[in-house]
């Protein structure tokens, strides 16, 4: 009996341990944050190219759009710029940040299904408390889109020891850089 509960929580934790490794494999270290009339949310990114140019447009500074109620099931409106596309058929959840024809940013407090690229998750909020937050139903709604606290961007950098060292966005040096944004030689470069 002993034997088959050391082998059955041996492959319980095999299993977590998988489950985990998928996860972080398509999420960026990086979270965004979504402000609407004061109050601020955090959102998980979901590691793309399309995420990797919003934290790269986001580290020049907040972006503010005005997005609007559609279809009972979510708030879209423009980007007022475009990010790159990954296209796939998916149903979008409540919660979900979705980019939708390149340029335009889709949140959802429904579900509806349709070609779209991933943004990311908002973290932790109810159904009804999404709807509240996301102004489910109203138009002309102020979204400011930014980086969390302690991501900033780097404008200009000193003193480099070797000039062909990676550096993060947040300015820590990366010894073996893989997909993503860096710094190298004072300019952004993505891998």
Avoid at 75 to 97: C, M, R, Y
Avoid at 143 to 167: C, K, M, P, R
């Amino acid at each position: 009996m002993r034997q088959i509960l050391i082998i059955m929580t041996t492959m319980l934790m095999a299993c977590c341990s998988k489950e985990s490794a998928i996860s972080a494999q398509d999420t960026l270290d990086y979270k965004m944050n979504i402000t609407i009339d004061g109050q601020t949310k955090s959102v998980t990114l979901t590691d793309n190219d399309a995420t990797k140019a919003l934290v790269e447009k986001l580290g020049q500074g907040p972006v503010t759009v005005t997005l609007n109620s559609s279809g009972g099931f979510e708030i879209w409106g423009a980007l007022g710029f475009s990010l790159p596309t990954s296209n796939q058929q998916i149903t979008a959840q409540p919660g979900d940040v979705i980019l939708y024809n390149g340029s335009n940013i889709c949140i959802f407090y429904g579900s509806n299904s349709w070609s779209y690229t991933r943004l990311g998750k908002i973290d932790g909020l109810t159904g009804n408390e999404l709807s509240t937050f996301l102004k489910a139903g109203q138009s002309n709604i102020s979204v400011t889109l930014s980086l969390t606290s302690g991501v900033t961007a780097i404008n200009d950098i000193h003193h480099l020891q070797d000039q062909n060292e990676f550096y993060s966005l947040s300015g820590f040096k990366v010894e073996h850089p893989s997909n993503g944004i860096y710094i190298r030689n004072g300019k952004k470069v993505a891998l």
